[in-house]
C-alpha cells in the first residue's frame, strides 16, 4: 500500500527508518557512556552478581518475587544436580497496592509474610521490580516505586537494612545473606541455571512485557565507573535500564506520543516497543492515518471518535482481523479499511522487532562474544509482549536468523524458561 508507506515515512516512523547497525552503534556508544559514569540515557547499573555461585545440594533457599501488585515468596531447593525445584510457593498482595501504607508497615508486611520461610533458609534472594540501586553488598536502595504501589517515605530506604530491622522487632528469624537484583537480572540468571551444563560464550536477560529492559555480563575491567569493581577478575551481570535509550530515530508521530505520557522525556525506546504503550501507540497511529486519509470517511468518523486502545486490542485484531474485537467491529469500517488497519500495526512491530534485535547484537557486539556457532550466547526472554504477540515474534525470529546469523555471523540462542525470575533469584540468593 503506497498511502501507507507515505504516510509513515512522513510521520518518521517507518521501520525502514530504524537502521540496525546505526542504532546499534548508538546503543554501544551510550553502554560506555553509562559504564565510565559520563552522561547518558542508559544506566548501565551493576548488579554486583559475578560468574560464581555456590549452591550446596539439598540446601533451600528463598526467593521473593516482588513486582507489579503481587508479592511471590518461595522456597527453593537445589537438587543432586544443582537444578532447582520449588517446594513451596505463597502469593500475597503487595504491601501497599490495595492502600497507601508508610515505610515502616511495608518492611513489617514483608518480614511477616517472610517468618515462616526464615525458620527454614537464612538465604534470600529478593527480586524489586521497581527502580532500585544495587550496592556492592547487594543490599538495594530504593529509588521508587511505581504509581500501583504506594509506600511514603520508602525512597532511599535500604531493602536488607529495613527488612533486617523489622524481623528484629517482630523477634522473628533473621536471614544470613540477602542479594536484591531486578527481573531482568534474574531472568538472565535463570537461563543460566538452567543451562548450565551448555557452553554458552555469554547471557543475556531480555524483558519485553508492560515495559522493556536488557541485562548482560559484563567484563569487571571494563565497568570504571566502580573503580573497585573494575579492578576485580572476572565479569559483572549489568543492567542497561534499555527502555529509557533515547538515541533512536523516531518521528514527529513518535514526539507528539511523548508528549501525551506521564514522563515525555523519558523512557523513549520502551514507549516504541513495550506493551504498555503499543495500544496507545497505535491509536496514534489509526488517528493519525485518518487524518492523513488513509481511511474511508465513515471509517475515519469511528476512528478518531475512540478515546483508548490497549495491546489486547491490538492482539485481538491481529487473530481475528475480520471478527467482532473492538477494533475489527468499528462503525463503517471495509475490508480495505481493515487491511490498512493491519499494515499500520505490522509496520509498528517490524520497527519493535528491530529495536529487539540492536540490544541483543549491542550486548554481542560489546561482549565480542557469540561468533563461535558452538558457544552462541543464550538470551533468556520473558514477557507477555515478546510471547504473546505472535507477529512480533516471527518478525523477531527473523531478524535474529537473517541480520544476526546470516548477515552478521552472531549467533545466539532465545529461550523461554518457565518461572525463570523466581529461579533465578534463588540462583542470586548463593552467589560469591
Same mark, same amino acid.
Given at each position: 500500500?503506497?498511502?501507507?508507506?507515505?504516510?509513515?515515512?512522513?510521520?518518521?516512523?517507518?521501520?525502514?527508518?530504524? $537502521?540496525?547497525?546505526?542504532? !546499534?552503534?548508538?546503543?554501544?556508544?551510550?553502554?560506555?557512556?553509562?559504564?565510565?559514569?559520563?552522561?547518558?540515557?542508559?544506566?548501565?547499573?551493576?548488579?554486583?552478581?559475578?560468574?560464581?555461585?555456590?549452591?550446596?545440594?539439598?540446601?533451600?533457599?528463598?526467593?521473593?518475587?516482588?513486582?507489579?501488585?503481587?508479592?511471590?515468596?518461595?522456597?527453593?531447593?537445589?537438587?543432586?544436580?544443582?537444578?532447582?525445584?520449588?517446594?513451596?510457593?505463597?502469593?500475597?498482595?503487595?504491601?501497599?497496592?490495595?492502600?497507601?501504607?508508610?515505610?515502616?508497615?511495608?518492611?513489617?508486611?514483608?518480614?511477616?509474610?517472610?517468618?515462616?520461610?526464615?525458620?527454614?533458609?537464612?538465604?534470600?534472594?529478593?527480586?524489586?521490580?521497581?527502580?532500585?540501586?544495587?550496592?556492592?553488598?547487594?543490599?538495594?536502595?530504593?529509588?521508587?516505586?511505581?504509581?500501583?504501589?504506594?509506600?511514603?517515605?520508602?525512597?532511599?530506604?535500604?531493602?536488607?537494612?529495613?527488612?533486617? +530491622?523489622?524481623?528484629?522487632?517482630?523477634?522473628?528469624?533473621?536471614?544470613?545473606?540477602?542479594?536484591?537484583?531486578?527481573?531482568?537480572?534474574?531472568?538472565?540468571?535463570?537461563?543460566?541455571?538452567?543451562?548450565?551444563? +551448555?557452553?554458552?560464550?555469554?547471557?543475556? #536477560?531480555?524483558?519485553?512485557?508492560?515495559? !522493556?529492559?536488557?541485562?548482560?555480563?559484563?567484563?569487571?575491567?571494563?565497568?570504571?565507573?566502580?573503580?573497585?569493581?573494575?579492578?576485580?577478575?572476572?565479569?559483572?551481570?549489568?543492567?542497561?535500564?534499555?527502555?529509557?535509550?533515547?538515541?533512536?530515530?523516531?518521528?514527529?508521530?513518535?514526539?507528539?506520543?511523548?508528549?501525551?505520557?506521564?514522563?515525555?522525556?523519558?523512557?523513549?525506546?520502551?514507549?516504541?516497543?513495550? #506493551?504498555?504503550?503499543?495500544?496507545?501507540?497505535?491509536?496514534?497511529?489509526?488517528?493519525?492515518?485518518?487524518?492523513?486519509?488513509?481511511?474511508?470517511?465513515?471509517?475515519?468518523?469511528?476512528?478518531?471518535?475512540? !478515546?483508548?486502545?490497549?495491546?489486547?486490542?491490538?492482539? $485481538?485484531?491481529?487473530?481475528?482481523?475480520?471478527?467482532?474485537?473492538?477494533?475489527?467491529?468499528?462503525?463503517?469500517?471495509?475490508?480495505?479499511?481493515?487491511?490498512?488497519?493491519?499494515?499500520?500495526?505490522?509496520?509498528?512491530?517490524?520497527?519493535?522487532?528491530?529495536?529487539?534485535?540492536?540490544?541483543?547484537?549491542?550486548?554481542?557486539?560489546?561482549?565480542?562474544?557469540?561468533? $563461535?556457532?558452538?558457544?552462541?550466547?543464550?538470551?533468556?526472554?520473558?514477557?507477555?509482549?515478546?510471547?504473546?504477540?505472535?507477529?512480533?515474534?516471527?518478525?523477531?525470529?527473523?531478524?535474529?536468523?537473517?541480520?544476526?546469523?546470516?548477515?552478521?555471523?552472531?549467533?545466539?540462542?532465545?529461550?523461554?524458561?518457565?518461572?525463570?525470575?523466581?529461579?533465578?533469584?534463588?540462583?542470586?540468593?548463593?552467589?560469591?
Amino acid at each position: 500500500m503506497e498511502a501507507v508507506k507515505r504516510f509513515l515515512l512522513e510521520m518518521g516512523v517507518s521501520p525502514e527508518l530504524t $537502521d540496525l547497525d546505526e542504532t !546499534t552503534n548508538k546503543l554501544l556508544s551510550e553502554m560506555e557512556k553509562g559504564l565510565n559514569r559520563e552522561e547518558s540515557s542508559l544506566q548501565m547499573i551493576p548488579s554486583y552478581i559475578g560468574e560464581t555461585f555456590r549452591p550446596v545440594p539439598g540446601e533451600r533457599v528463598a526467593a521473593v518475587d516482588a513486582g507489579g501488585t503481587n508479592l511471590r515468596i518461595s522456597l527453593i531447593r537445589f537438587n543432586d544436580d544443582l537444578t532447582p525445584t520449588i517446594e513451596k510457593i505463597e502469593r500475597f498482595p503487595m504491601p501497599g497496592s490495595r492502600e497507601p501504607v508508610d515505610s515502616d508497615t511495608f518492611f513489617d508486611e514483608l518480614a511477616e509474610h517472610l517468618s515462616e520461610i526464615l525458620k527454614i533458609t537464612k538465604k534470600i534472594g529478593f527480586c524489586f521490580s521497581y527502580a532500585v540501586e544495587i550496592m556492592p553488598s547487594r543490599d538495594g536502595r530504593i529509588i521508587t516505586l511505581s504509581k500501583e504501589v504506594v509506600v511514603k517515605n520508602c525512597e532511599g530506604k535500604m531493602i536488607g537494612e529495613e527488612l533486617m +530491622k523489622a524481623l528484629k522487632k517482630k523477634g522473628y528469624n533473621e536471614f544470613s545473606q540477602i542479594s536484591v537484583l531486578n527481573d531482568t537480572t534474574a531472568s538472565l540468571l535463570g537461563g543460566r541455571l538452567f543451562c548450565q551444563n +551448555k557452553d554458552y560464550s555469554n547471557y543475556i #536477560g531480555f524483558i519485553l512485557g508492560t515495559g !522493556t529492559n536488557t541485562a548482560y555480563y559484563e567484563k569487571n575491567s571494563r565497568i570504571t565507573k566502580d573503580p573497585v569493581l573494575s579492578k576485580k577478575e572476572g565479569s559483572t551481570v549489568i543492567n542497561l535500564e534499555s527502555g529509557n535509550f533515547d538515541k533512536l530515530t523516531s518521528g514527529k508521530l513518535d514526539e507528539e506520543y511523548r508528549k501525551e505520557t506521564r514522563v515525555p522525556a523519558e523512557y523513549h525506546m520502551e514507549k516504541m516497543m513495550s #506493551g504498555h504503550y503499543l495500544g496507545e501507540l497505535l491509536l496514534k497511529y489509526m488517528q493519525k492515518g485518518a487524518e492523513y486519509g488513509l481511511f474511508t470517511d465513515a471509517a475515519k468518523a469511528s476512528i478518531l471518535a475512540l !478515546t483508548k486502545l490497549e495491546g489486547r486490542d491490538m492482539d $485481538d485484531f491481529l487473530a481475528h482481523p475480520n471478527g467482532s474485537t473492538p477494533i475489527a467491529a468499528l462503525p463503517g469500517l471495509t475490508d480495505a479499511d481493515r487491511a490498512v488497519i493491519y499494515e499500520l500495526i505490522d509496520a509498528m512491530l517490524e520497527r519493535a522487532a528491530r529495536l529487539v534485535v540492536c540490544c541483543y547484537m549491542a550486548c554481542a557486539k560489546r561482549t565480542e562474544m557469540g561468533h $563461535d556457532p558452538l558457544h552462541p550466547i543464550l538470551v533468556t526472554a520473558e514477557g507477555t509482549t515478546y510471547y504473546r504477540c505472535e507477529l512480533l515474534k516471527q518478525k523477531i525470529d527473523y531478524y535474529i536468523e537473517q541480520a544476526m546469523r546470516r548477515d552478521r555471523g552472531i549467533y545466539i540462542q532465545t529461550m523461554q524458561v518457565d518461572n525463570a525470575v523466581i529461579y533465578g533469584t534463588a540462583l542470586a540468593a548463593v552467589c560469591e
